[in-house]
């Protein structure tokens, strides 16, 4: 069965860094986009980034543009998301979610979520 297992989360200062990694497994990773989201405290999900399966293009939430990038390797069943100075605004869950195709067609799986706080 499908499964995404989140990890690299914790708590980051303002301006800091994380690495948040997924590693997928029963199904063929290299044929379907990957996908970030993430829930606030009393908020909605938010879709954070997204890449197809080839890597050849990623999406970007406007508020992480510029300071997120997802990447993915598909040898190690893997698609990471680096966070770069990070807010406090970005403390949420973060959830990994499998595309419904090789692009973004929509989401069908998604993991148990790694939480970040940005915290000083």
């Known amino acids: 069965q499908v499964q995404l297992v989140e990890s690299g989360g914790g708590l980051a200062q303002p301006g800091g860094s994380l690495r948040l990694s997924c590693a997928a497994s029963g199904f063929t990773f290299s044929s379907y986009a990957m996908s970030w989201a993430r829930q606030a405290p009393g908020k909605g999900l938010e879709w954070v980034s997204g890449i197809y399966s080839d890597g050849s293009h990623t999406w970007y939430a406007d508020s992480v543009k510029g300071r997120f990038t997802i990447s993915r390797d598909n040898a190690k069943n893997t698609v990471y998301l680096q966070m770069n100075s990070l807010k406090p605004e970005d403390t949420a869950l973060y959830y990994c979610?499998?595309?419904?195709?090789?692009?973004?067609?929509?989401?069908?799986?998604w993991g148990q979520g790694t939480q970040v706080t940005v915290s000083s």
């Open positions: 979610l499998k595309g419904t195709g090789s692009s973004f067609d929509g989401d069908d799986y």
